[in-house]
Nanobody
């Protein structure tokens, strides 16, 4: 059974940092491009960042460029999202998703991705 599990969310003050993890089970993560998405209450889902199968290609939403960094450790079957300089507008549920079809690229459109985790809550507030 293919499964993605996110962790690392929580409550943090503005300007703080969190590192999210996305762990895969039931499949080999290096066969998949991975995307991070978020959804805030009353808002549409937004693509935050993505990374290609081998990590050679990465992309970020303009709203997080320079603050968030995506990385992957295929040996640990894990993808990370390091989030620095967090702002209240970063508050959302964060999801990771996997797609096998993308080759040497990744995209920030959620429609591309086949497998999704359950999400982890990130709250940025003083």
């Amino acid at each position: 059974q293919l499964q993605l599990v996110e962790s690392g969310g929580g409550l943090v003050q503005p300007g703080g940092s969190l590192r999210l993890s996305c762990v895969a089970s039931g499949f080999t993560l290096d066969d998949y491009a991975i995307g991070w998405f978020r959804q805030a209450p009353g808002k549409e889902r937004e693509g935050v960042s993505c990374i290609s199968k081998r990590g050679g290609r990465k992309d970020y939403a303009d709203s997080v460029k320079g603050r968030f960094t995506i990385s992957r450790d295929n040996a640990k079957n894990t993808v990370y999202l390091q989030m620095n300089s967090l702002k209240p507008e970063d508050t959302a549920i964060y999801y990771c998703a996997a797609d096998k079809a993308l080759f040497r690229q990744c995209v920030l459109s959620g429609k591309q991705y086949d497998y999704w985790g359950q999400g982890t809550q990130v709250t940025v507030s003083s």
